[in-house]
């Protein structure tokens, strides 16, 4: 009797097989976790600035202007977008590094002093609302 020596060929691809469909699930999962960490990333930066930009309003009566003087004497990164909309009304953009141009998180300020966020992933984000659920439905 001899004694066998190696793996067949059957057994390998079994395990190239499995290997596969484990890769296949993990790597849309990965995938969804960078994109959820680099949302959450220009979440916390604008959330950052929420207080600075209601200071502002506070002192001023205004949303800050989005020149780069102003924005710099209130810590405000470049990359942050401010929309005067109504006065008090306002949002502050920001692109989400690492994902196309175009996917922002923002953050809205309405008359009464509210906050609401949009993010551009289906994925739920901290609180943050997806651009999907407020497209209107036909």
Same mark, same amino acid.
């Given at each position: 009797?001899?004694?066998?020596?190696?793996?067949?060929?059957?057994?390998?691809?079994?395990?190239?097989?499995?290997?596969?469909?484990?890769?296949?699930? %993990?790597? +849309? *999962?990965?995938? &969804?976790?960078?994109?959820?960490?680099?949302?959450?990333?220009?979440?916390?930066? /604008? =959330?950052?600035?929420?207080?600075?930009?209601?200071?502002?309003?506070?002192?001023?009566? %205004?949303? +800050? *202007?989005?020149? &780069?003087?102003?924005?710099?004497?209130?810590?405000?990164?470049?990359?942050?977008? /401010? =929309?005067?909309?109504?006065?008090?009304?306002?949002?502050?953009?920001?692109?989400?590094?690492?994902? +196309?141009?175009?996917?922002?998180?923002?953050?809205?300020?309405?008359?009464?002093?509210?906050?609401?966020?949009?993010?551009?992933?289906?994925?739920?984000?901290?609180?943050?609302?997806?651009?999907?659920?407020?497209? +209107?439905?036909?």
């Amino acid at each position: 009797m001899q004694k066998q020596q190696g793996f067949s060929l059957i057994e390998l691809l079994v395990v190239i097989g499995i290997i596969g469909a484990l890769t296949a699930i %993990a790597i +849309p *999962q990965y995938q &969804k976790y960078q994109d959820k960490a680099k949302v959450t990333a220009a979440i916390a930066t /604008l =959330t950052n600035m929420r207080s600075v930009v209601e200071a502002e309003i506070m002192e001023e009566g %205004a949303f +800050p *202007q989005n020149d &780069k003087k102003n924005k710099e004497n209130l810590g405000i990164p470049d990359e942050v977008e /401010l =929309t005067d909309i109504t006065g008090v009304e306002g949002n502050m953009k920001l692109d989400v590094q690492g994902m +196309p141009k175009g996917n922002q998180v923002i953050l809205a300020r309405n008359k009464e002093g509210k906050w609401k966020c949009t993010q551009p992933t289906d994925i739920k984000v901290n609180g943050c609302e997806s651009k999907s659920t407020n497209k +209107p439905t036909p």
